[in-house]
């Protein structure tokens, strides 16, 4: 087999393959083979039909298309790997020599990585926040923790701001009621603006039994945009009580014994995650460095594809957010032209990351071990919270092993190349990256980043690729809700997993407010 390459473009190769007719041979005789199944002559049995007769009834031709077509993958991976280019997507296949007997030729186009080396990223150098942890952090902290141990309290008087309402709301366009917009017995934080506009004001007042009616934009639902007239009736109005901090709350809400004991273990913990967050910065800045220098074209196929999936995940994650991206675009107020070029940038550096990362690992010869693979998968299914021999069976069987081996090499490629970055602080100190890794295993996520966050537009602070979060209650009390980024995929064999996640198990959660009216 003889293959010559010629460069359409940087990103763009024609493969012509010139294939001599005897190496067919296997192709012909497995499609004289299947072609014998299939057709009735009489005389003969199913599979023993000769092939002269055969050519006879069904024809020469019909033969040999299926025996190229059989042919073709094997031919084509080999031409690929006989030229060591490493090809993007699915050819474009041409047939442009079939002569019986004699020769067997054929072209394929496809796109490339193109060539290219990474240079010395020794000396480079990213600065990421000061790792503080402030009063007010802890403090706030806290106050969460007590406002999940809160309890609730019936009160004879209005509501006021900050009070727990249960109301009746009926929507209705033009008289006629919104079903899907209309809810009963709706448990209601008064001031948290957290459901239909204008519903806190209209609360603000109203005893037991008493209504009022406004006027609002509904945001989901069938008729979501549209003007609805909204009738709020109290059905009991109840007060939220936060237990005091104090010891006895310390001993409810935690293993510790005193409040002074409890501080302690936040402002540890969120030191903790502080510095897992210069640890994830400093990875991204660290490609972000390096991406500059370096100067390579992109496959514009590629980089279409890329745009395509997270048009295509936005619009998945809005429909489960009930949102439109109207909607979306006035939230992060974003003309459709200024989203449209953040998601071509995002997708071009996204692009662009993944190959300077996957030629790193190239030229530093680096491999992907089963533990690692193990490791990758424990990790994404307790972020996903699924079991991780169902996360690994789910990704075995979906054949997505390659693209979890090319994860995780891009990953150690990235956390070589932190290696040999300086990372400092604002306020100037030298961060020593290895001694805060060792520090926070075992204690927090890794600040590892997956396959997007591998590359410099992360999700985090793409908003392309952030999802909307939903409040699950009815429509009438939806608002239009923040993105959160998406989460990634893993891949790892079931068996290997299964051990590795023996010994794992969700952390407890703290009660909820409990409701201690009668």
């Known amino acids: 087999m003889k293959t010559d390459v010629e460069e359409l473009t940087p990103t763009r190769v024609k493969l012509t393959v010139e294939v001599p007719f005897d190496e067919l041979k296997p192709n012909l005789d497995k499609a004289y083979k299947e072609i014998s199944q299939q057709v009735r002559i009489k005389g003969f049995r199913p599979g023993k039909v000769p092939a002269p007769l055969i050519d006879k009834y069904v024809g020469r031709s019909a033969v040999l298309q299926e025996a190229v077509n059989d042919a073709l993958p094997g031919l084509y991976g ?35 990585r193109p060539k290219f080396e990474v240079p010395d990223y020794d000396g480079l150098e990213v600065v990421v926040d000061d790792a503080e942890v402030t009063d007010e952090q802890v403090d706030e902290t806290i106050g969460n923790l007590r406002e999940r141990f809160a309890s609730l309290t019936a009160a004879e008087r209005a509501v006021e701001e900050g009070d727990f309402a249960t109301v009746d709301l009926v929507a209705k366009i033009d008289g006629e009621e919104v079903e899907d917009a209309s809810t009963s017995g709706y448990s209601y934080e008064v001031g948290s603006k957290s459901a239909v506009e204008g519903l806190d004001d209209a609360l603000i007042g109203l005893a037991a039994g008493e209504d009022a009616t406004f006027t609002s934009t509904l945001t989901g639902g069938e008729h979501a945009g549209e003007e609805a007239e909204i009738t709020a009736t109290v059905q009991s109005v109840k007060i939220k009580n936060l237990p005091d901090l104090d010891d006895e709350f310390a001993q409810l809400a935690s ?10 273990d936040v402002r540890t913990r969120l030191g903790r995650q502080v510095r897992a967050q210069q640890l994830s910065d400093a990875r991204d800045k660290a490609l972000e460095a390096l991406l500059e220098k370096i100067d390579i074209p992109l496959p514009e196929k590629v980089v279409d594809e890329e745009v395509g999936r997270r048009n295509q995940q936005l619009e998945q994650q809005l429909q489960m957010a009930g949102m439109t991206k109207e909607d979306y675009l ?12 953040e998601v071509a940038d995002a997708a071009r550096l996204a692009v662009k990351g993944g190959f300077v990362l996957d030629q790193l690992a190239v030229q530093e010869e680096l491999n992907v071990e089963n533990e690692e693979l193990s490791e990758y998968v424990v990790t994404q299914a307790m972020q996903m919270g699924v079991q991780p021999q169902q996360l690994a069976q789910y990704l075995t069987d979906n054949n997505q092993l390659p693209a979890i081996v090319s994860e995780v090499l891009r990953s150690k490629a990235l956390n070589l190349v932190v290696g040999h970055v300086t990372v400092k602080d604002e306020s100037g100190n030298v961060i020593d990256v290895e001694a805060v890794q060792r520090e926070l295993s075992g204690e927090t996520v890794d600040a590892e980043t997956d396959t997007d966050t ?23 009390a939806q608002t239009e809700p923040e993105p959160e980024p998406e989460a990634s995929e893993a891949e790892e064999t079931p068996e290997d997993v299964a051990e590795a996640a023996a010994d794992e198990s969700p952390a407890a959660q703290p009660e909820e407010a409990q409701d201690k009216s009668s």
């Open 255 to 264: 293993e510790f014994d005193t409040i002074d004991e409890l501080r302690d």
């Open 454 to 476: 591998a590359e410099p537009d992360t999700d985090t602070a793409d908003a392309a690729e952030q999802a909307a979060e939903v409040d699950q209650t009815d429509a009438a």
């Open 330 to 341: 006035k939230d992060e107020e974003k003309s459709e032209e200024e989203f449209d070029t």
């Open 78 to 112: 080999r031409a690929v790997e006989e030229t060591e280019i490493f090809v993007l997507g699915q050819p474009d296949v041409e047939v442009t020599e079939l002569e019986d007997g004699t020769q067997f030729a054929f072209t394929a186009e496809v796109d490339i």
